[in-house]
C-alpha cells in the first residue's frame, strides 16, 4: 500500500447563514481518480484497518498540501479506532506532523457500523475529545440504533442520511421524522447537516425548519485534491426559485 496508489476528493459542508463553508469531508479516491468503492473493494478484509489508519494520514496530508482552512470532516472505522497503532492516534501524529489544527478535525462514524458497546465508545471518544478532536454520526437515521447511540453519546455533529432527504419536500413521514430528529438535536447542542441535498425543493423544505448545514450536489461535486466551488442558496427561498444563485468559496 503506497500513498501514490490513492488520493482525496473534497466536497463542502456549507453553512447557509455565512454563504461560506464550515468543512470539507474527504472523499477517498484511486490515484487517476477512480470512484471510491473501488479503492476500498482493493483493501477490503484484513487489511481494512491499516488502509482505515493510511486513509486518515494522507487525507491531512492532501488537505494540508492544498491549504484547506476549513474543518475537515474524516471517515473512520469504529470497530478500530482503538487499536494500538491503526487507531486514532496515528490520526493524532499525522496532523501534529503536517500542522493541521486538531480542533478542526471532525471524525465520522457511520451509525450503521458497528458501534456494540455505546458506553465504551463513548469512553473511548472523549479521550480524543479532550485532544481537540470532534466527532459525527454519519447516515443518521439508516439504522436502528440512533436514539441509543444518542442517549449514550452525543456526537458534536449528525449528518442526516440521504434517503431521509430524499423528495422530503412531498413525504409527510419523513418530514415528521426529520423534524424529530432536528429538534433532538437542538436540545442536545448537536450540529445537524442535511446530506444528499440535490434539488431546490428539498433545501427550501429543509431551510424551512431551520437547517443551515448542507451538503450534496445542490451545492457541488466533490474536488479532486481541491476546494470546489460552491452554489450559495442562503437568500430567502422565495428569491432562490426565481433568481440564479451566485457562487463563491
Known amino acids: 500500500m503506497s500513498p501514490a496508489d490513492f488520493t482525496f476528493a473534497f466536497q463542502p459542508i456549507v453553512d447557509t447563514r455565512t454563504g461560506k463553508a464550515y468543512s470539507h469531508e474527504a472523499l477517498v479516491r484511486g490515484a487517476a481518480g477512480e470512484p471510491a468503492w473501488q479503492v476500498l473493494g482493493r483493501h477490503a478484509g484484513a487489511g481494512a484497518a491499516a488502509f482505515d489508519a493510511a486513509c486518515r494520514a494522507r487525507a491531512i496530508e492532501v488537505a494540508t498540501r492544498i491549504g484547506l482552512d476549513t474543518h475537515l470532516n474524516l471517515n473512520f472505522m469504529p470497530s478500530t479506532a482503538f487499536e494500538p497503532g491503526l487507531g486514532l492516534d496515528s490520526t493524532v501524529e499525522a496532523a501534529r506532523r503536517h500542522g493541521f489544527p486538531l480542533d478542526r478535525i471532525i471524525m465520522e462514524a457511520t451509525e450503521t457500523e458497528a458501534i456494540t458497546d455505546h458506553a465504551r465508545f463513548a469512553e ?17 437515521g439508516a439504522g436502528y440504533s440512533g436514539l441509543n447511540l444518542l442517549a449514550e453519546f452525543q456526537p458534536d455533529m449528525v449528518k442526516l442520511d440521504m434517503a431521509l432527504v430524499r423528495g422530503i419536500e412531498s413525504h409527510g413521514p419523513r418530514q ?9 438535536c437542538v436540545d442536545l447542542g448537536i450540529d445537524v447537516v442535511v446530506e444528499g441535498v440535490e434539488t431546490v425543493e ?26 470546489p466551488e460552491f452554489a450559495e ?8 426559485r426565481s433568481s440564479r444563485w451566485q457562487s463563491g468559496r
Open 124 to 140: 473511548s471518544v472523549n479521550q480524543y475529545r479532550r485532544a481537540g478532536l470532534q466527532f459525527a454520526i454519519d447516515d443518521f
Open 176 to 184: 415528521a421524522i426529520l423534524r424529530g430528529i432536528h429538534q433532538v
Open 202 to 227: 428539498e433545501f427550501a423544505w429543509c431551510h424551512a425548519q431551520g437547517a443551515h448545514l448542507y451538503q450534496g450536489y445542490l451545492f457541488a461535486k466533490p474536488m479532486l485534491e481541491g476546494m
Open 233 to 240: 442558496p442562503y437568500l430567502a427561498v422565495p428569491m432562490i
